[in-house]
């Protein structure tokens, strides 16, 4: 989890205006978790990790109404999300030095479940916790 600054972009556009629902969490998702982009388009967004040989990655899926919306559809299906990551610590300084990391956070490095996690909300509200894998 290497996060990149995102400095005055990350509300506005480049040319000024605000950006959309969409363009928001690719920001956050690749910006933030390193997620790539598999697809996209006015209306959809479709995002992944890069594949690590180890079974079939989850791929995260965000929608609008429609190409004038500007409301993700954000469903009742989902509670949170979990991703494993070799040092939750060094996640959450990693997330900290960046504004959007920093505002993320919202329960820092806590042992729980037999190991440390971390919690943080991606810009829709989702929230996602970041697991400290064993290690081998």
């Known amino acids: ?34 997620m790539r982009v598999v697809a996209n388009d006015s209306d959809l967004l479709c995002l992944r990790y890069k594949d690590s040989g180890f079974g079939v990655s989850t791929m995260l899926v965000f929608t609008t109404e429609g190409e004038a919306s500007d409301e993700l559809v954000m469903g009742n299906m989902l509670d949170h999300l979990v991703i494993g990551t070799p040092s ?6 990693a997330l900290k030095t960046t504004e959007q990391g920093k505002e993320a956070i919202f329960m820092e490095p806590t042992a729980m479940f037999g190991t440390t996690i971390l919690g943080i909300r991606d810009p829709n509200g989702y929230a996602i916790y970041l697991a400290e894998e064993p290690s081998d």
Do not use: C, M
């Open 1 to 34: 989890l290497r996060p990149k600054p995102l400095g005055d972009d990350a509300v506005n556009g480049e040319d000024g205006g605000n950006l959309s629902p969409l363009e928001i969490t690719e920001q956050f998702y690749t910006n933030v978790l390193g």
């Open 88 to 93: 939750v610590e060094a996640a959450a300084e």
